[in-house]
């Protein structure tokens, strides 16, 4: 399977706790998304790397998440201190730089804080 | 305000109908992208259409096509023929280039909400 891949598929966590969540992009791909999304709503951009730049954050990433791609092929999304509001789907998704701009999503990582 | 504007929530659409899906979006740049994405119960974002703002011609992807109305800003997703495996959510999304080039993050609407019925 050459797809964006995720791990893990499901997690479940107590409040207060740190999760880890990581992301394969396919593999010719240099850019990488991570997207939240809640129950009844579309993803939300949460921040992109363009290899292993961060090149930008949107204001949903709070302190408490933090994003690596340390040798620009797979990613890590680390929040910690979960709190209940932090239950939903994480998405990740890579394309190619310039034309075709189309993301290609991952299964998802959901999240459930207990 | 939101970017991006899905009005129909559900839709209840009979097999073999075409079904015609609204977006409209909100944007001042010259330069954008707008994409249609399907989401299964399974849960995976599937990419279907793409169409760039400076392109003259409607995309059409098999039995997508992407009814673009620059002046109206709209960019409503057609399916034709429309099969019992179309049963998802839509979601229509817009990526806008951001100062200096490189590719911002989606925004994406709330979705539609599609039912084929036999």
């Known amino acids: 399977d050459t797809g964006v891949s995720q791990d893990p598929r499901h997690k479940i966590t107590k409040r207060g706790q740190n999760v880890t969540f990581r992301c394969d992009p396919i593999?010719?791909?240099?850019?990488l998304y991570w997207y939240r999304q809640t129950l009844g709503q579309g993803p939300e951009f949460l921040t992109y790397?363009?290899?292993?730049?961060?090149?930008?954050k949107s204001r949903l990433l709070s302190d408490r998440f933090s994003a690596e791609r340390p040798k620009g092929s797979f990613s890590t999304l680390e929040i910690q201190r979960t709190e209940q509001g932090d239950s939903a789907m994480y998405l990740c998704?890579?394309?190619?730089?310039?034309?075709?701009?189309?993301?290609?999503f991952g299964p998802g990582t959901r999240l459930t804080v207990t | 305000a939101q970017k991006i504007t899905q009005t129909q929530p559900g839709m209840f659409v009979q097999e073999k109908e075409a079904v015609t899906l609204d977006c409209t979006y909100d944007?001042?740049?010259?330069?954008?992208?707008l994409f249609w994405y399907k989401q299964p119960s399974s849960g995976e974002m599937i990419f279907l259409i793409y169409?760039?703002?400076?392109?003259?011609q409607n995309a059409t992807e098999g039995r997508y096509s992407l009814n673009f109305q620059k002046a109206r800003k709209s960019a409503n997703l057609v399916i034709s023929a429309s099969q019992l495996g179309d049963s998802a959510m839509y979601f229509c999304?817009?990526?806008?280039?951001?100062?200096?080039?490189?590719?911002?993050?989606?925004?994406f609407g709330k979705g539609t909400h599609l039912i084929i019925q036999p």
């Open positions: 998704a890579s394309s190619l730089e310039g034309q075709p701009y189309e993301q290609y």
């Open positions: 593999s010719e791909h240099n850019r």
């Open positions: 790397f363009q290899n292993e730049a961060q090149l930008e």
């Open positions: 944007t001042s740049d010259q330069s954008y992208g």
């Open positions: 169409q760039g703002s400076y392109d003259e």
């Open positions: 999304a817009m990526r806008e280039v951001v100062k200096g080039g490189g590719a911002d993050g989606l925004t």
